[in-house]
Each structure stands twice: as C-alpha cells, then as structure tokens.
C-alpha cells in the first residue's frame, strides 16, 4: 500500500478588468469539467512564494511581481479515482511582462495532457465547479 502524504502547493490568483487566468481540466473518472489556478507542489526547503514563482515559470513561462499572500485553504477530495489532501497557500500577484494580458490563452508547458490557460470573466468561473473549494471566498 503506498503512503498517502499531504501535498502543500502554491496557487496564483491574477486578475485583470474582472476576468481571472484559469486552467480549464477534466476528471475523467467523474466525467466532471472544473477551473483551478496555475501553481503546483512546493518542494522540501522551498518557501511558498518562491514555489509560485518557479511554479508559474514552469506552467507558462512567466514571471510575478507584486506578490500578496492571500490565505490558505486545505483541500481534501479525489481526482481521477485517487484520494488526494492538499494545503494550498494561495497568492495574488501581476505579471512583470504586459503582454500576458492580452493573449486569449496560454499553453500549459508542463502539462502531462495539453493544457491552456485563459482568461475568464469572474462571474463565470465563480459561477462553475472552481477548485479547490473556498477559493471563492479569497478572491
């Protein structure tokens, strides 16, 4: 049996004229469509912040300026058949490059499936199955 472990992650939260970067995905398992932000695992030694920061380079090839901790939320819930507990440090940022903002997606670079970012109306995304829960309540 393999040891289940909880996984602390980094989530970016960035905003611009009302509409928020989101990752649309698929749990297969439970035929279910849901938003999540760009960021992923913090690795052992590695501060939040500095997760997100390699994180969203990672994810999109981009860099963070203005970073502002927003809060926590743990995340208990399954994915893909799997148990999974997560402790997510959430931030908002700004990208230092401009032009992020005006592109309509952003391909995933470190994505197992082909992935793309977007930029999606609050309204929308607030309305939609938007994990992990309580993200709503920090933005």
Known sequence: MSEKK??????????KNNKILVINTHDFKKNEDFYRLVGGGIDFG?????ALKREVKEEINAEIKNIKYLGLIENIFNYEGKEMHEIALVYKAEFKDKEIYGKKEIKILDSRKPQKAYWLDKKIVFKAKFYPEGLKKLI
Do not use: C, H, Q
């Open 6 to 15: 909880i996984r602390p992650i980094a989530l970016l939260v960035v905003i």
């Open 46 to 50: 590695e501060t939040g912040i500095e």
